[in-house]
């Protein structure tokens, strides 16, 4: 089993840039494809961006593809979302889910294990 937890969350004003951080313990974080994921007030949550256990291979939603950017370092079991260009339809909770498995994963039944979920707000 693994336990992740989100941070870097905050409130920016649209135009803005955030960077994400999903720390990961428990078992070898390098046997993990990561996730993160969207859910607005009132809204399902949603698929962002995915990345396969050793981190040659992406995989992001149309909504922000050339804006977010996600990466990993598995020598300090950390995923990364770097958030460029925010708009203020970018406000949600944001998680950070891992599974089992080499390659990327976007849809949400795939991932086994999930963070707490860290808050952005993006202002006008």
């Known amino acids: 089993q693994v336990r992740l937890v989100e941070s870097g969350g905050g409130l920016v004003q649209a135009g803005g840039s955030l960077r994400l951080s999903c720390a990961a313990s428990?078992?070898?974080?390098?046997?993990?494809?990561t996730g993160w994921f969207r859910q607005a007030p009132g809204k399902e949550r949603e698929f962002l961006a995915t990345?396969?256990?050793?981190?040659?291979?992406?995989y992001y939603a149309d909504s922000v593809k050339g804006r977010f950017t996600i990466s990993r370092d598995n020598a300090e079991n950390t995923v990364y979302l770097q958030m460029n260009s925010l708009k203020t339809e970018d406000t949600g909770v944001y998680y950070c889910?891992?599974?089992?498995?080499?390659?990327?994963?976007?849809?949400?039944?795939?991932?086994?294990?999930w963070g707490q979920g860290t808050q952005v707000t993006v202002s006008s």
């Open positions: 889910a891992a599974v089992v498995r080499s390659g990327i994963a976007y849809s949400r039944g795939s991932y086994d294990y």
């Open positions: 990345i396969n256990w050793s981190g040659d291979s992406t």
């Open positions: 428990g078992r070898t974080f390098s046997n993990y494809a």
